[in-house]
């Protein structure tokens, strides 16, 4: 039986790394070549950057006679590991025509033959070093399958026809719940959460620690495109009271008045969808929100936006029917809220379809210490200046997230799947 | 006795907008217009602005037959509060060259004419709300007094030849400690932070609430320039991995290498002072830090910034020796770590000298809500994208902090008194 | 007879010296510090700067035992002379609250009493290069009177109250002509234009030169406010055809839909003139033009600007009725065009009530040089990227301008009191 | 021999046209997608514009039943005519990934098919406004040539590896003449320069007009890497007295100190090309220059840029070698100047090799009217703010240009292929 955890993990290996190209295989080369803000990266850079990964992380060491695959890929595809070396700005990555898409191809084509190689080896399966690595480089590439999402949706916005990157799949039809939503109450007292030891997690999810919460409240569902249409209408965008002071001041500069995507069609409110322009489900949760307009409409709605840790307490106690994840020929846009199979069963749309902003600024645990070497700049050095958000979302691969899990972003941040829950103190 | 109380505070707001008046005694009209980067205003704007404050929040409700100075000013001087209505770019204080500075001291004597006739109402004393709202009144002048003093400096050091606000004072020397910095251990646990009840306190610094600590220790005393000196010595402004990510972006674009106004003198390192350019003294603590700059000292030093509560913590259960705090005829900069009168006494310049930045996010505490009305636009809409610090400096007001007390700036800031003490998980 | 020119010349140098300081008398100290935009120079920097002038290009060098003033003046107050040294940034003269206004005004006086001086020596008389110097320095402090004029101007136009710079004189009375323009219809052939020698003109006026012109007319008057807004009012700024290029790309990037300072008041259009608001004299010359717009509306009309050359073989050969120069007391706004007292006697407006833009691109005359030395930079290096207007305005001292003379400025620029003569070929 | 004139049309219309996709097929498909700075479009762009142009301004309105290819491509490929109605915005062409560039092709392939159609109808040949159209679409697609090369170099020189656009040919060698320059003198007088009638030329280039020049010499080549090499060593971007004011402002804010493209390699100067990273052939002439530095290099040489009217009469005065234009499967990089054929027959490199500077603002000419319509938007309203240049470069196709060629740009632009030839008075 000492042979099943390689073979395993090579397995996922594969079946991570194909799924990848699986998701770009309907976007035209011209697609993948464009960075459309800053912020975006161009697709072609997000399959190579997420070879060089594993090159860098695991076959420079841990492959021997492993032969790099370019010399200049160390410059063009590091992120942001200044423990690695010098790099190409974020902002130019829409300025790097070369290596083609053929190339990149080729380069994931070559790396992926070396991983298999070092996955087979006998003494990687004792390895807990290498494990984790192995289980980074997986995490890693999943958020890659994420943002190729989130990036390529944003890229096509910018076209002034706004072109579908999918064709629109058929989904099963479900049974959508329209009503107010219902309020899932929690003692508070000494709770622990985050995460230590047992199955992978990134290190900003540790240490497990204690904390005092009072009595709280969370809704049941995601707040929905119906809910937040009524504080447009009751002119929400328009009450400097309701918003941070940031907020507000980014809402005068940009002319903010519904969330990123939403458009005026000629029937109605519409939405820029990876599926193309598509008329607004009222019942689908919200998204695409920044943190501040999740803040407003929490303070217009009277409640406000739960901490982490309540999310984490309510996300671990309570049995949720979950919304959608990220599953290739299916709806690539978060859907209505299914109803429970029976009633009063708790929280609903914990995980899938929304990553949900808190309102705790991304922070380190108590005694939190980064992991050594350049691998240590995964998460720490950006607990500053950002929100943390949970729960996934419909680019989210399925199983990727947990309760322990932060995802985080900047405040202004509207291009990811970005909703909320509301939550009270009670 | 009754009327004791209300003679009281009529004689503190005398001294307080006195003092705002000796504090501009020596600058010159020219001075007090300029405004040199959006988050400075003139000081013309802070004299008015304070007078605007009591005429807004007191005058115009609770004194009969009050005559408004000028229908224009709310316009002008009207800070950040919109619920008072439409106001002044902040970034365009610096365009508004009438109502002269002859018109400003004319509206202060006006409206403090106005507040002593307030003040002797003899319903007065026993009104908790105007009470209340007296006391805020007296100590956002108490911050704008201070704002008065950063905001001059940094107009005055973008002045080619940066000359003296003030003459330079003849201050008693005392007895410097240029050695290593000692801790003090504290046993963590469940604590209680925040104020709720009692003597005057902001919004912000309630309610009191338990949270959990593991053990910790403080630094007895801030980091001075010599500490700081050796982080620059040791290419701390060119190591990556010191830094948060935002931070050592912010290092590349403005070409960072030591804290705002160090400059290279014939004779060694000098600091631009309101009593002009100096020669550093290696036992001042270090000021006019960012947060970053904090953040990659400690690091560098193995150790790390307080969490707001830690410091609260230390500064509530040990007795101090204090540094300066802003007092007319002294030096209006931070001086050496003053010697405790007996050895091992625990922390000293936790109030005065420098304002030290915590790692804590500026956060709403538990079940935190702001007053109503606009004075509730004092402190929370605030929350979002700033750091805590704590203590107050050298241009702070005595009497003004408390353990409790919570200062908040953007990360970036350096025009502020601001330095760090270490801290440490033990 | 030989002491006469010294005598005059010396009167001359008192005369504009205390022109200038006569029209900054009704300003407050407040008033003269502030820079409302890098085009605009604070009025104390112009009082300094003009001051200097002298100081550096005739009393360093002709007045022995000169002493200068102060060592930081040559930094603070040369505007933009390479050959002189280093020097305060353009856009960075509202940091400037030192020197005070006081000590400018002793700086002008220490200057005025050397030159004094310098103008009284024997030899002065006979020497045509410092001849020719003092010459430069009156005209050139009488371009930083136009100056002080249109940049008070727009700083107080910056000010939400647009208070007024001086009181509102009582003017006497003209008879408007309110028609339609006529035409003056010139031959052209081989023309003379610019000026070599004679009495004084500036570098860039020389080398007299031929040129040929095909038939031309010009228009007897300046364009009027009446004309620009049926201009206006037929859509002028939303007609793309118009525009340059430029023009039209800066029209929908600022949003410009009328000169700069016209207002919407309540009792019809209004215009902020250094008197304050005042409403729109329709029969006035339309000012605050920029290229664009003047370019713009002369194809709307169905004609074109003049070329420089046009608009001075114009000038030299029929004579006009002036329109106003700067005059204390009189208003500082152009006014109505003025009947000529003959019928059909020509050109009206050539000089003064407002600039007249050429579409000549600022270029150099043929065999055009620069005179050596720092005062070749007076003109030669802005031959690029700005256009030629030309006749003076009401902000222009009298006597100041004359046929030749070449005032130039950007294509953008509106603050200048700029208008336009139409022109046409036949 | 009625129907030759059709033929030969049609012949050259697919000639022009299959050397545009001759120019990009070694070009990847990500290459001709990236905008690298708002004055360069993707190669993709320029397919498509110039076919919008035939589809535009001949096939609507000329050719019966012809089918529009794609509603949507009028607003994507409108370069800038406002009379065409809305458009993309320039800045923002790298954001089309749609149409793909099979489908710009097919695009192509369905005008061409048209156009051949329309070219063969008998009642073209006698229709001269048709005839016009088809020159002037000919003239504009041999333009967009010329973009294209100096665009995708551009493009490839922001890619941090500088990859080369194409393989580098094996020129026959010239003999090179590497002495200094001689002068060409000529008498000025009453000169008549631009173009009328005759064979095609652009509306700026006319009318032909008569001015009136002194006497001055042009130099018999352009100026070398070997000459501008020595104003570099002599401190030329770092003597502000040689410079335009803008053009010293441009050299300090971009750091300019040499012209776009030079670098420093191992073995000495390196210049990027289009066929990759080269080292510095000092006989070449220089390219890449803007305005202020061909202005400032000729103050260096006590010398100046030519008048643009001095230009034309040595250009068609005079007999000249000419130098390289565009030709596939040779360098794509200006040589040496050529020796003459006889000594002293004049000026050399007048055509072909480099774009000379000249110091003549883009101005109309006297009596200049732009076509009506649309098509009227191609030159006049560029009028301000640029610089003519003349004679074509090496990327320009062999007989586009004539004596009376008006090429312009603003005086910033270095990206096209611009040198200078010096001129003097005599």
Redesign the interface.
């Known amino acids: 039986m000492e042979d099943m955890r390689p073979v395993s993990v090579a397995a996922r290996f594969s079946g991570v790394r194909e799924a990848t190209q699986l998701l770009v295989a309907d976007l035209?080369?011209?697609?993948m070549?464009?960075q459309?803000m800053p912020d975006v990266s161009p697709t072609?850079w997000h399959l190579a950057h997420t070879t060089w990964f594993w090159e860098t992380f695991l076959l420079r060491s841990q492959l021997a006679g492993y032969r790099e695959y370019s010399g200049?890929f160390n410059?063009?595809f590091n992120s942001?590991y200044?423990?690695i070396g010098a790099r190409?700005a974020r902002s130019?990555r829409?300025?790097?025509?070369?290596p083609?898409?053929a190339e990149v191809m080729a380069y994931r084509a070559h790396v992926d033959e070396a991983m298999s190689r070092l996955l087979m080896l006998d003494h990687i399966a004792e390895n807990t070093a290498i494990q984790d690595l192995v289980e980074l480089g997986l995490a890693h590439e999943q958020q890659h399958q994420e943002l190729i999402l989130t990036d390529i949706k944003h890229?096509?916005s910018?076209?002034?026809?706004a072109?579908a990157a999918f064709a629109t799949p058929t989904d099963p039809g479900i049974t959508a719940d329209d009503g107010p939503c219902g309020w899932v109450e929690f003692d508070g007292g000494?709770v622990e959460t985050g995460t230590d030891g047992g199955r992978f997690h990134f290190d900003n999810e540790g240490p497990k620690?204690?904390?005092?919460?009072?009595p709280f409240a969370l809704a049941d569902r995601l707040v929905s495109n119906r809910d937040y249409r009524a504080f447009i209408e009751d002119g929400g965008y328009r009450t400097?009271?309701l918003?941070?002071?940031?907020?507000?001041a980014k809402v005068q500069a940009q002319g903010w008045a519904a969330p990123l995507y939403w458009r005026d069609g000629d029937g109605g409110p519409e939405i820029f969808t990876l599926h193309g322009q598509q008329s607004l489900d009222l019942d689908a949760p919200v998204v695409h929100l920044s943190?501040?307009e999740a803040?407003a409409f929490a303070e217009w709605s009277g409640a406000r936006l739960p901490?982490e840790r309540e999310w984490e307490v309510g996300a671990s106690t309570r049995r949720s029917v979950d919304g959608r994840f990220c599953s290739p020929g299916r709806s690539a846009h978060p859907g209505a809220t299914p109803m429970h199979r029976s009633a009063g069963a708790g929280l609903r749309q914990v995980f899938g379809d929304a990553w949900e902003w808190t309102?705790?600024?991304y922070?380190?645990y108590?005694?939190y210490r980064p992991a050594p070497g350049a691998v240590g700049?995964y998460n720490g050095?950006?607990?500053?200046?950002q929100f943390v958000l949970r729960g996934g979302s419909c680019a989210t691969q399925p199983g990727h997230v947990r309760p322990s899990y932060r995802n985080f972003f900047p405040?202004e941040a509207r291009w990811q799947f970005s909703g909320l829950r509301l939550a009270k103190?009670i």
Chains 1, 2, 3, 4 share one sequence.
């Open positions: 035209g080369v011209e697609d070549v464009i459309s072609k200049e410059y063009l942001y200044n423990g190409h130019e829409g300025l790097l025509s070369r083609t898409l890229v096509l910018r076209h002034p026809f072109p000494v620690h204690q904390s005092i919460l009072t400097a009271g918003w941070l002071s940031d907020g507000w943190y501040y803040s901490d309102r705790s600024a922070s380190p108590p005694r700049e050095k950006f607990m500053c200046g405040p103190d």
